[in-house]
């Protein structure tokens, strides 16, 4: 960086867990002539290559010898002008696309002189470490640039575990921190968890948190500053808010948090705390540098530490700067000390706890484009989570014929776009709604009501509902309480509101023929989506009128099964080719066949790669192989070569989404014709290495036809294959059939629960 300044050129720093279209765009925005390297980002600099608008000069660090590298000792730094482009961090807007932020020099000096002269928390032979990432620009400032402005040390950080992290403070005497709310608040956890068990301890916390004194925090608690290195003078928290009980449980533990407040856009301090002058939940106080008003709420301030624009964007420009004045887009307000409050968010702009910033259009745009299925979604941060609300197009579900709608967008959208995106824009959570996202009357979404849509209790009106007093409508809604476990209003959605999957819906079918008389599929209940609309359908159908059961027993021995395969010559040779190479490549080891009952048996392994069901075809024996079935999605067997090998291999094809009832029946009918049947309980692979959650379908069948089950632990097959590697690696994979599950007197939910829990002991041993 600084060999760039002193050949009077401008830095870009761009984070390198970029993706290669974020890379892209920076680069053909901002045409520089060299970008340097290292090996690690060397692959996403290839990807976008190509697809570059311009020449640029790729730099390798891990190539450069240092022993080849001409020096050159004259100095040009007092030649700048300091009204020149230093830097130009990118940063997200709420027009889509990053923004180049032009800073000056002049820009980051103010800055510097801020908090080196005017309010002097750097100090000279100080030890600072550096944990955030540079390309933001409060690391590039308080942990490059201002430290060793002032003839400090920085200690570079190259892990963030706190382990790691304390060792390397207590090694080096750290004097000053800077962080983001997050680090400080998996200290805080770490720290009070312990004090929490020791009386004594907790007692003094109490005290001290009442006291507010960080300087008797500091006294009370050494031990703890110990572990810090016993010289943490200052803790700076920026990027975001800092929740206020973890900057005044930090103060009673004595720590002194100075939590400032500002944006890229100013270079980047707004308001920034004395040391003798600290409010928790307070931004401190306007830079002495700057001038500031609110209007309508929104802070905006004036001075030399504000960017002379975005590059190559006078519009976004002018948008944001009028009349010399930065238009901040955040609420605020100041008391009469002038201390900064920071109230909320004016723009649209998502900031996580780590100080990551992007903007939520983007990622909607991309959802809505690429999966027809999601015709509205809305992204917010909530429950420490970036969750996505959305309202799916009924249309695309009908025509698909899409049965579970949430295990559809949880796999084909949710998990599908999480592989195209770095990890703090994925999404962790999602709710799927009956009902339009909250807008203004220009079809913006109203971004700080979308969790209110989920989070709000739907039964807060319940006294102003018209509940139907049919009898049909009350032994439904009985029924439907025993399932999910609350009370039901008529018009909440079976699925988007209720959360019924497939099976669920299986059995309200099921409950309807039996209480009825009438013969549904589970396709029905998406014209009949709520329990008003389907008791009113009942009322008018019914031909009986019986609060009956569900007979699993009855449905699973209906003969509406054609005739299924009954050879596995395929199976059997591709079996003899597989043996000799897994136990080869993946040193295949295969443990417990013993525990295979005489008896035909449900055999049921945990789920992680592609090759699972071909492992297990290899454990068994040709006797038991030809009496064993297994089972594969529909659309996986379009092809006449895959239809004829499934003929030949004892594969029956399933259509989950289509049909999970007679899925089921077709399962039922090889275990009463004593074969086995090999089924995944998790219903799909993992994709992170640990299981997913089991369904019952499985131990529906165990209990009512009287058949063990096998349990199986599969351990090696993701890290060999996991979903999205194209070539196996040489892993080793272990097959462990357990002890048999019997059916007799446990419930569905206990033979689930012990065949997961044998599975998961052994994966954990």
């Known amino acids: 960086?600084?060999?760039?300044?002193?050949?009077?050129?401008?830095?870009?720093?761009?984070?390198?867990?970029?993706?290669?279209?974020?890379?892209?765009?920076?680069?053909?925005?901002?045409?520089p002539k060299y970008i340097f390297l290292s090996n690690k980002t060397l692959e996403t600099y290839y990807n976008i290559k190509n697809e570059l608008e311009f020449e640029i000069k790729p730099i390798n660090f891990d190539e450069i010898s240092i022993k080849n590298i001409e020096t050159n000792n004259e100095i040009n730094f007092d030649k700048i002008d300091y009204e020149n482009i230093a830097v130009i961090p990118y940063t997200s807007g709420t027009t889509g696309n990053p923004k180049g932020v032009m800073l000056t020099f002049n820009n980051l000096w103010m800055n510097i002189k801020s908090v080196s002269i005017d309010i002097e928390i750097y100090k000279p032979l100080f030890k600072v470490i550096a944990i955030l990432p540079f390309h933001h620009?409060?690391?590039?400032?308080?942990?490059?640039?201002?430290?060793?402005?002032t003839n400090e040390t920085i200690v570079i950080a190259s892990a963030l575990s706190s382990d790691y992290l304390l060792n390397l403070m207590q090694k080096h005497k750290i004097n000053l921190m800077i962080g983001v709310p997050r680090l400080y608040k998996l200290f805080y956890d770490g720290i009070i968890s312990k004090i929490n068990a020791n009386p004594i301890a907790k007692t003094l916390f109490k005290l001290s948190y009442s006291i507010g004194s960080y300087k008797f925090g500091r006294k009370v608690f050494k031990t703890v500053q110990d572990?810090?290195?016993?010289?943490?003078?200052?803790?700076?928290?920026?990027?975001?808010?800092?929740?206020?009980?973890?900057?005044?449980?930090?103060?009673?533990?004595?720590?002194?948090?100075?939590?400032?407040?500002?944006?890229?856009?100013?270079?980047?301090?707004?308001?920034?705390?004395?040391?003798?002058?600290?409010?928790?939940?307070?931004?401190?106080?306007?830079?002495?540098?700057?001038?500031?008003?609110i209007i309508d709420g929104e802070l905006i301030v004036k001075g030399p530490n504000v960017m002379k624009g975005y590059y190559n964007n006078p519009e976004a420009t002018n948008q944001i700067l009028k009349d010399g004045w930065l238009h901040t887009g955040d609420l605020a307000k100041i008391d009469k000390q002038g201390y900064v409050y920071i109230e909320g968010r004016s723009?649209?702009?998502?900031?996580?706890?780590?100080?990551?910033?992007?903007?939520?259009?983007?990622?909607?745009?991309?959802?809505?484009?690429?999966?027809?299925?999601?015709?509205?979604?809305?992204?917010?941060?909530?429950?420490?989570?970036?969750?996505?609300?959305?309202?799916?197009?009924?249309?695309?579900?009908?025509?698909?014929?899409?049965?579970?709608?949430?295990?559809?967008?949880?796999?084909?959208?949710?998990?599908?776009?999480?592989?195209?995106?770095?990890?703090?824009?994925?999404?962790?959570?999602?709710?799927?709604?009956?009902?339009?996202?909250?807008?203004?009357?220009?079809?913006?979404?109203?971004?700080?009501?979308?969790?209110?849509?989920?989070?709000?209790?739907?039964?807060?009106?319940?006294?102003?509902?018209?509940?139907?007093e049919d009898i049909e409508y009350k032994i439904l809604s009985d029924y439907l309480k025993s399932v999910v476990k609350k009370d039901i209003l008529p018009d909440q959605h079976f699925e988007f509101d209720l959360g019924l999957d497939s099976l669920a819906k299986v059995e309200l079918v099921s409950k309807i023929e039996a209480s009825f008389g009438i013969k549904l599929n589970e396709n029905a209940l998406s014209e009949h989506s709520t329990l008003r609309k389907l008791s009113a359908f009942v009322k008018e159908k019914k031909q009986k009128l019986e609060d009956d059961f569900i007979n699993w027993n009855k449905l699973l021995k209906e003969k509406?099964?054609?005739?299924?395969?009954?050879?596995?010559?395929?199976?059997?040779?591709?079996?003899?080719?597989?043996i000799p190479l897994f136990k080869t490549y993946f040193q295949l080891e295969i443990v417990g066949k013993e525990n295979l009952p005489k008896t035909n048996c449900i055999i049921a392994p945990n789920h992680q790669s592609f090759i699972d069901g071909l492992l297990i075809a290899c454990a068994l024996n040709d006797n038991l192989l030809s009496k064993s079935y297994f089972f594969a999605k529909d659309k996986y067997i379009k092809y006449w070569f895959v239809?004829?090998?499934?003929?030949?291999?004892?594969?029956?094809?399933?259509?989950?989404?289509a049909d999970l009832k007679e899925s089921i029946q077709k399962m039922a009918y090889i275990l009463q014709n004593n074969k086995n049947i090999i089924i995944f309980p998790e219903g799909t692979r993992t994709r992170t290495g640990q299981m997913n959650d089991f369904k019952k379908s499985f131990a529906i069948l165990s209990k009512e036809l009287n058949v063990p089950i096998v349990p199986v632990t599969i351990n090696g097959a993701y890290e060999a294959l996991s979903i999205g590697s194209k070539i196996p690696k040489p892993k080793k994979i272990k097959l462990y059939f357990l002890t048999p599950v019997y059916p007799e007197n446990k419930s569905y939910d206990e033979i689930v629960e012990e065949v997961r829990f044998k599975i998961y002991k052994q994966l954990n041993k």
């Open 1 to 31: 960086m600084y060999s760039i300044w002193n050949n009077f050129s401008t830095v870009i720093p761009v984070d390198y867990l970029s993706s290669p279209k974020e890379l892209l765009y920076i680069l053909n925005d901002a045409k």
């Open 227 to 293: 572990k810090f290195g016993g010289e943490l003078e200052y803790c700076v928290s920026g990027g975001a808010k800092l929740d206020i009980e973890v900057a005044k449980g930090m103060r009673a533990l004595g720590f002194l948090i100075l939590e400032g407040y500002g944006m890229t856009e100013a270079a980047p301090m707004i308001s920034f705390p004395h040391p003798d002058k600290v409010k928790p939940g307070s931004a401190g106080f306007i830079m002495s540098c700057m001038e500031h008003k």
């Open 560 to 578: 509406r099964i054609q005739k299924l395969p009954d050879n596995t010559f395929l199976l059997k040779v591709l079996k003899y080719i597989s």
């Open 347 to 468: 723009k649209d702009i998502i900031v996580l706890p780590n100080g990551k910033k992007f903007n939520p259009e983007l990622i909607e745009f991309e959802l809505i484009k690429n999966f027809p299925i999601i015709k509205e979604v809305g992204l917010s941060y909530f429950n420490d989570q970036l969750t996505a609300i959305i309202y799916p197009n009924e249309n695309v579900i009908n025509e698909i014929g899409i049965v579970d709608v949430r295990d559809y967008i949880k796999w084909n959208v949710i998990d599908k776009y999480n592989k195209t995106t770095v990890d703090y824009k994925k999404i962790n959570n999602f709710y799927v709604v009956n009902t339009e996202l909250p807008k203004t009357r220009l079809g913006k979404i109203r971004r700080f009501a979308l969790s209110d849509l989920v989070t709000k209790e739907k039964t807060e009106n319940y006294k102003d509902v018209d509940i139907p």
């Open 137 to 149: 620009i409060l690391p590039f400032q308080g942990t490059i640039t201002i430290p060793l402005s």
């Open 643 to 657: 239809k004829l090998f499934a003929r030949f291999s004892n594969i029956v094809s399933l259509n989950l989404n």
